[in-house]
C-alpha cells in the first residue's frame, strides 16, 4: 500500500483527492492537513463524506508527517507549495505538486507571472506532469508539477499537431471555457451566485498565469517560440472544461493524416478519447471522469482546423491526472483508482 498526505484537503480539488485515495485499491490516505479547519473530520466539513468521520484535519507539520507518508499531494495556493516541497523531499517523500510553482523549468517565466521563487534548484529536478505526454520521465520523478487545467485540455490537443509537424505554430488560437469550481473555494465577488447565474464573460485577456505555461511546453515540442492566442471565459456551471482551438493547416495536409496522428499519438492513451468525424466533445460527456475528449473539423478550402477538448476541470485538470501521475510514479496500473470515477459536489 501506499501511505498518502494530502495538503490543503479543504479545498475543491483537495476534496476531490480524498475522494479518489479513500477508493484506490493501492493506497491509504494517512493524513489530510488543513489551516482553517484543523481538528474537524472531513464529514463536519463535507458533509457528503460520510464515512470519513475518523479523517481529521491537522495542521501541517513536516515533524508529524514525515514517518507517515510515501507520497504527498500538495494542493496548496501557487506560492504555498513551494516552502513545503523541499522539505518533504528531505525526508524521502514524493512531492506531486497542483500549484503552478513546479509547473516551470525556467524560474524566469514563473516569477514573471507568479513571484520570486525560493527553491529554483528543483525547477530541473521536476518534472511536468502531463500523464500522456510525459509518461516516461514521471516513473523517474519524484517531484511533479501537475499541469492546469486549461493548459490540460490546450496541450493534449495541439502537442500531436506540432510533434507532426502538421499545423503552423504562428497562429494559435484558444477560445476556453472553464465552470466556476476552477477559481477555488475561495469567496470573490466575481465567482457570486448573482454574478455569474446567467451570465457568460471572458476575462483576463492577454495576461492570464496559465500562458507562459502552455506556451513554454507548446515551444517545447515545437521546436521554435509560440505565443499562443489564449481567451479564457467562465461558464455558469459548477465543473467542467472545454477549449476550442484554431489552428493553420500546413501546405498539402489532408484529414487523414491528422486523424492518424491523433489515433497513432493516443492509441495506449486510456483517458484521451479520439472522436470520430462529426463527433465534438461535450462538458457532460467528461464531467465526474478523467477522461479528455478530443474531436477536429478540417476545411480543406482554408486549411483551417478546428480542435475542441473537453475535460474535468477537478478530475483531469486537477486531482484526476495527479493520482494518475501517482499510478505512474509508482509503478501501478495507470487506471488504478481511475477508470470508474463519479463526482458529485
Do not use: W
Given at each position: 500500500m501506499i501511505n498518502v498526505g494530502i495538503a490543503g484537503a479543504s479545498g475543491y480539488t483537495g476534496a476531490e483527492l480524498v475522494k479518489l485515495i479513500v477508493n484506490h485499491p493501492e493506497a491509504r490516505l494517512c493524513a489530510v492537513t488543513s489551516s482553517s479547519y484543523a481538528g474537524e473530520s472531513l464529514t463536519q466539513i463535507f458533509p457528503s463524506m460520510r464515512g470519513c468521520e475518523n479523517i481529521m484535519c491537522e495542521p501541517l507539520d513536516i515533524s508529524a508527517l514525515k514517518t507517515r507518508l510515501d507520497v504527498v499531494f500538495l494542493a496548496l495556493p501557487h506560492k504555498v507549495s513551494m516552502a513545503y516541497a523541499p522539505l518533504f523531499l528531505e525526508n524521502g517523500i514524493k512531492v506531486i505538486d497542483l500549484s503552478a510553482d513546479y509547473r516551470f523549468s525556467n524560474a524566469a517565466t514563473y516569477e514573471s507571472v507568479y513571484q520570486e521563487h525560493t527553491s529554483k534548484h528543483l525547477l530541473t529536478r521536476s518534472v511536468y506532469g502531463l500523464s500522456e505526454i510525459y509518461r516516461d520521465q514521471i516513473k523517474q520523478a519524484d517531484l511533479i508539477g501537475n499541469p492546469g487545467c486549461y493548459p490540460t485540455t490546450i496541450l493534449l490537443a495541439l502537442i500531436p499537431l506540432l510533434k507532426n509537424k502538421l499545423i503552423r505554430p504562428d497562429h494559435i488560437i484558444s477560445d476556453s471555457?472553464?465552470?466556476?469550481?476552477?477559481?477555488?473555494?475561495?469567496?470573490?465577488?466575481?465567482?457570486?451566485?448573482?454574478?455569474?447565474?446567467?451570465?457568460?464573460?471572458?476575462?483576463?485577456?492577454?495576461?492570464?498565469?496559465?500562458?507562459?505555461?502552455?506556451?513554454?511546453?507548446?515551444?517545447?515540442?515545437?521546436?521554435?517560440?509560440?505565443?499562443?492566442?489564449?481567451?479564457?471565459?467562465?461558464?455558469?456551471?459548477?465543473?467542467?472544461?472545454?477549449?476550442?482551438?484554431?489552428?493553420?493547416?500546413?501546405?498539402?495536409?489532408?484529414?487523414?493524416?491528422?486523424?492518424?496522428?491523433?489515433?497513432?499519438?493516443?492509441?495506449?492513451?486510456?483517458?484521451?478519447?479520439?472522436?470520430?468525424?462529426?463527433?465534438?466533445?461535450?462538458?457532460?460527456?467528461?464531467?465526474?471522469?478523467?477522461?479528455?475528449?478530443?474531436?477536429?473539423?478540417?476545411?480543406?478550402?482554408?486549411?483551417?482546423?478546428?480542435?475542441?477538448?473537453?475535460?474535468?476541470?477537478?478530475?483531469?485538470?486537477?486531482?484526476?491526472?495527479?493520482?494518475?501521475?501517482?499510478?505512474?510514479?509508482?509503478?501501478?496500473?495507470?487506471?488504478?483508482?481511475?477508470?470508474?470515477?463519479?463526482?458529485?459536489?
Open positions: 471555457k472553464s465552470g466556476v469550481s476552477g477559481a477555488g473555494r475561495s469567496l470573490s465577488l466575481s465567482t457570486h451566485f448573482c454574478e455569474v447565474n446567467e451570465s457568460f464573460n471572458a476575462y483576463k485577456i492577454g495576461n492570464h498565469r496559465h500562458t507562459p505555461e502552455i506556451n513554454e511546453i507548446l515551444s517545447a515540442h515545437a521546436g521554435t517560440d509560440i505565443d499562443i492566442t489564449f481567451v479564457p471565459h467562465l461558464l455558469p456551471i459548477t465543473r467542467g472544461m472545454l477549449s476550442t482551438i484554431y489552428v493553420t493547416a500546413g501546405e498539402k495536409i489532408t484529414e487523414k493524416q491528422i486523424r492518424q496522428a491523433y489515433e497513432t499519438f493516443y492509441e495506449k492513451a486510456f483517458f484521451v478519447t479520439v472522436l470520430e468525424k462529426g463527433q465534438y466533445p461535450s462538458i457532460s460527456h467528461v464531467r465526474g471522469t478523467n477522461r479528455c475528449d478530443i474531436g477536429f473539423h478540417f476545411n480543406e478550402n482554408t486549411g483551417q482546423i478546428t480542435v475542441i477538448s473537453a475535460i474535468d476541470n477537478l478530475l483531469k485538470g486537477a486531482a484526476g491526472q495527479a493520482v494518475q501521475n501517482m499510478n505512474i510514479q509508482f509503478n501501478l496500473d495507470e487506471k488504478s483508482g481511475l477508470d470508474a470515477v463519479t463526482a458529485h459536489l
